[in-house]
């Protein structure tokens, strides 16, 4: 059973920063493929930054986060983070996490809500 524990959602004005954290547990061989997804009610979930393979990993991120989110993570406690800079009200949704090892596993999602 693996479990993905979120943390660091919360309401901020735009400029602001926020960090998720996002903790895996149970029986995992590697962590090596996880990342950032949200979601707004009525649209798709969308990616937002992911980091896979060995470390440093290699990162990706949706053009909208470029430079604004940095995604990282520690390994040896199998956990990802995703610092959000200069934060937009466009940026306001659910944020889950996701490990793919052998299957897509999802957090709860946090909410972040960026006032104008």
């Known amino acids: 059973q693996v479990q993905l524990v979120e943390s660091g959602g919360g309401l901020v004005q735009a400029g602001g920063s926020l960090r998720l954290s996002c903790a895996a547990f149970?029986?995992?061989?590697?962590?090596?493929?996880m990342g950032w997804y949200r979601q707004v009610p009525g649209k798709s979930r969308e990616l937002v930054a992911r980091?896979?393979?060995?470390?440093?990993?290699?990162?990706d991120y949706a053009d909208s986060v470029k430079g604004r989110f940095t995604i990282s993570r520690d390994g040896a406690k199998n956990t990802v983070f995703l610092q959000m800079n200069s934060l937009k009200p466009d940026d306001t949704a659910v944020y889950y996490c996701?490990?793919?090892?052998?299957?897509?596993?999802w957090g709860p999602g946090t909410q972040v809500t960026v006032s104008s």
């Open positions: 996701n490990l793919n090892w052998f299957r897509d596993y």
């Open positions: 149970g029986n995992i061989m590697s962590s090596e493929d």
């Open positions: 980091i896979t393979g060995p470390d440093p990993g290699r990162t």
